[in-house]
């Protein structure tokens, strides 16, 4: 258990729809990272915050949008879905600044139909 | 453009044998190079990790061996065995800055009883 949880475990929505995937951080971490997993494009990074603030911006789509709450728990909105956005969606956690070390959670796997 | 290529895409080795699989990467910046370790419904785990001041790591039956000029690094896991079977990612990073994760596309490995 790497101490990053994730909700909810499943997710089934219809095309056009919009959802929200949780997260809450290992305890201590100030950094929240959001990655996709799909068979095509792999592992790819989304989005980061640091302590509430957007930190970096990778592959992330104007539909999709993220925030960091004062209790440093994260939440990844995804709006107008299409089919192709159905993917394993994990969060990370970390120190920053620290030994680099990365904590990811047992993901949110989103099925859009 | 895919900053980390990883190869074999799939490997498959006996119990006992050696798995290597290999990383390149193009961003000289990169200065944090772990290994994660995937399960089917998991998360990516950490596994090892290595920063481009030394050339080598060892962690139990997991070895790292890093080649600053030429840009690759390698995971060989020594005594390969059945539980070892999961998909490996090799990533990078810059410290200091992000700290996002690059990841490789991915290493399936199957070790045969």
């Known amino acids: 258990d790497s101490g990053v949880t994730q909700t909810p475990k499943h997710l089934i929505t219809a095309t056009g729809q919009r959802v929200t995937l949780r997260c809450s951080p290992r305890?201590?971490?100030?950094?929240v990272y959001w990655y996709q997993q799909s068979l095509d494009q792999g592992l790819q990074f989304l989005i980061q915050?640091?302590?509430?603030?957007?930190?970096a911006k990778g592959n992330i789509l104007e539909r999709f949008s993220a925030q960091q709450f004062p209790d440093l728990h994260s939440e990844l909105n995804l709006s107008s879905l299409e089919l192709g956005d159905s993917a394993l969606y994990f969060c990370?956690?970390?120190?920053?600044?620290?030994?680099?070390?990365?904590?990811f959670g047992p993901g949110t796997r989103l099925t859009v139909l | 453009q895919q900053q980390v290529k990883q190869s074999p895409q799939s490997l498959i080795v006996q119990k006992g044998g050696i798995s290597i699989i290999n990383c390149a990467y193009e961003n000289t910046a990169f200065d944090y190079f772990p290994w994660y370790q995937q399960f089917p419904g998991k998360g990516p785990a950490l596994l090892i990790a290595?920063?481009?001041?030394?050339s080598e790591k060892k962690e139990g039956r997991f070895t790292i061996s890093f080649n600053k000029s030429a840009k690759q690094f390698s995971l060989h896991i020594m005594d390969s065995q059945p539980g070892d079977s999961a998909t490996y990612f090799c990533a990078a990073s810059t410290q200091g800055g992000s700290e996002k994760l690059v990841f490789g596309k991915g290493t399936k490995l199957t070790v045969n009883p």
């Open positions: 290595i920063r481009p001041d030394v």
């Open positions: 305890s201590g971490d100030l950094s």
């Open positions: 990370a956690s970390s120190v920053m600044g620290g030994a680099g070390e990365q904590f």
């Open positions: 915050y640091y302590n509430g603030e957007e930190r």
